[in-house]
């Protein structure tokens, strides 16, 4: 079994360098409907059977930019939401510091994020107890945070791949796992060589 996951293209919206955290929480805003950066995404052949995708309009975008078939929209496959981790009126902040506090924050469990680290490992579970497991190759479209996780779900379930540190848009990145049926076919072969 093979599961692809796959970032959204690159999302076209510029930020200021420096900002508040009112600044930071509209440019978030702006970034969620903002149009993407269309680019040709390498699939490696492979023919996806089902293909599942963030209800968020850059992943849906992308997603209809790489598969043919029906998608399957899935609000569980949403981005984690990064929100300002303190409150400033007229102190500004570097764009990095506000991106990478917010993630710290939600790390830590501050009350600062909308969603904590258990309920985004909880959704991700929601996700895949309920995908259709009978599919051979499974591509699945939404976003670096979520895919950064995911990633770890998978490895626990018995995927193996690559251990992401940096999740790149418009890249395709490959988890395979070998079925039960798979083993003992592979096991008999050996039996037989052997």
């Known amino acids: 079994m093979r599961i692809g996951l796959l970032r959204h293209f690159k999302v076209n919206c510029p930020h200021k360098k420096m900002m508040t955290s009112k600044e930071f929480r509209e ?12 680019k040709k995404v390498d699939m490696y052949g492979i023919e996806w059977d089902i293909c599942y995708v963030s209800d ?26 990064n929100a300002p981790f303190i409150h ?3 102190i500004r902040l570097p764009f990095e510091i506000w991106h990478i506090c917010g993630r710290l924050a939600w790390y830590f469990k501050s009350k ?15 996700f895949l107890d309920r995908i259709d497991w009978s599919k051979e190759n499974i591509l699945i479209v939404f976003h670096g945070f979520m895919i950064y996780n995911f990633q770890k779900e998978l ?16 890249v395709l990145y490959e988890y395979i796992r070998e079925d039960q049926k798979d083993m003992v076919e592979n096991e008999n072969n050996a039996d037989l060589c052997g």
């Not at 440019?27 to 950066?37: G, L, R």
């Not at 600062?112 to 929601?126: A, D, F, L, V, Y």
């Open 27 to 38: 440019w978030s805003e702006k970034y969620e409907v903002s149009k993407v950066i269309k």
């Open 155 to 170: 490895r626990k379930r018995g995927f193996k791949g690559a251990k992401l540190k940096i999740v790149k848009n418009g």
């Open 56 to 81: 968020l309009p850059r992943a849906i975008t992308t997603a209809k930019e790489v598969y043919s078939g029906n998608i399957l929209i899935d609000k569980l496959l949403r981005e984690v939401d």
């Open 88 to 90: 400033t009126e007229r």
């Open 112 to 126: 600062s994020q909308p969603e904590t680290i258990n309920g985004t490992k909880k959704r991700i579970n929601m």
